[in-house]
């Protein structure tokens, strides 16, 4: 976000490209770039497509229309799904679109990589921790609280550092006791819903620690989730993964098809665990998958036993 101020301080550029995983970084570029363009008649001047409503067509004849009163004409394009032979047309309505108008891409789902080569990229991947501890707290300051540093930290990893999630428990501890200014470890416990794919770390370490107690709790809150099974699994697949390869984060990252941050976390987990360990742990896994697929084993049951085999591998 630094460099995307910058960008728009230097000048405002026809077209913004933006990525990530963290949809509160998505609104904040957006807001800045609108901000930026200045415009006062957002009925007029800014226009929004999506999947249900845009069309070559159409965006092409939005995009050369003037704008009223204000400098600038903003278009949203979001949740957009092309056929490539549309995507090299809409590339080329892009080139060539007039001065007066900013169109800014809200690529939720990298549908559109070919366009980072001609425009301006826009990072909304999840923020090092260093950088949204200074949002958190400069947050708290306008809202007249605090937070000690324990609690802090134990906020960004329950929510596994998605700004989008932090913000919304934030909403919420603000007004769990008004009279008190300080935001404690203790209020994060009690309040916070703690992201599932964190869970899955804590899982993880819980069971590198042969925790067998804290491994159970943590089943419980998470057994629900339809999913948790295959986080888990693939989990312990990148484990293994991580622990064979001498390729950089980066480079382990592209190639599993997640993001940097979950190669970090594995790194640390798999420390916990021994490459034998992981491989046998890999052997459980096809296991427990067959019988749950096969039906010849529920997914709760499959969960608690593979929980207790690692503990004893």
Do not use: W
């Not at 400098?71 to 309505?93: A, G, H, Q, T």
């Not at 599932?196 to 590198?208: D, G």
Request: net charge neutral; hydrophobic share 45%; charged share 30%.
């Amino acid at each position: 976000m630094k460099t995307l101020k910058k960008r728009l301080a230097d000048g405002i550029a026809r077209v913004y490209l933006v990525q990530g995983d963290d949809f509160y970084l998505f609104d904040k570029a957006f807001l800045m770039i609108k901000n930026a363009c200045k415009i006062s008649l957002e009925d007029f001047n800014v226009s929004v497509f999506d999947d249900e409503n845009f069309s070559l067509d159409k965006f092409y004849e939005t995009t050369e229309l003037m704008p009223i009163i204000d400098e600038k004409r903003l278009i949203i394009v979001k949740n957009l799904k092309l056929s490539e032979n549309d995507k090299k047309k809409f590339n080329e309505i892009l080139l060539k679109i007039p001065k007066h108008t900013v169109v800014v891409i809200l690529d939720y789902n990298n549908n559109f990589e070919s366009l980072k080569k001609d425009f301006v990229f826009v990072d909304a991947n999840r923020m090092d921790k260093d950088t949204i501890k200074k949002i958190i707290t400069s947050f708290l300051i306008k809202q007249g609280k605090v937070i000690d540093q324990e609690a802090l930290s134990t906020l960004i990893d329950s929510c596994n550092c998605y700004l989008t999630k932090i913000m919304n428990e934030l909403n919420k501890l603000i007004f769990y006791n008004i009279e008190d200014n300080v935001i404690s470890k203790q209020m994060i416990d009690a309040m916070v819903i703690k992201d599932v794919e964190f869970s899955v770390f804590e899982l993880t370490e819980a069971l590198s620690k042969k925790d067998g107690d804290k491994a159970v709790k943590i089943l419980k809150i998470v057994e629900k989730d339809s999913g948790i099974f295959t986080l888990i699994a693939n989990q312990f697949r990148r484990l293994f993964y991580v622990s064979l390869s001498d390729l950089t984060n980066t480079e382990l990252a592209n190639l599993l098809g997640v993001k940097e941050y979950a190669i970090i976390k594995s790194r640390q987990l798999a420390k916990g665990f021994s490459k034998a360990q992981l491989k046998k742990i890999s052997t459980f896994l096809e296991d427990f998958d067959y019988a749950v697929k096969s039906g010849a084993m529920l997914i709760s049951n499959a969960l608690y036993l593979l929980a207790f085999n690692i503990i004893y591998v």
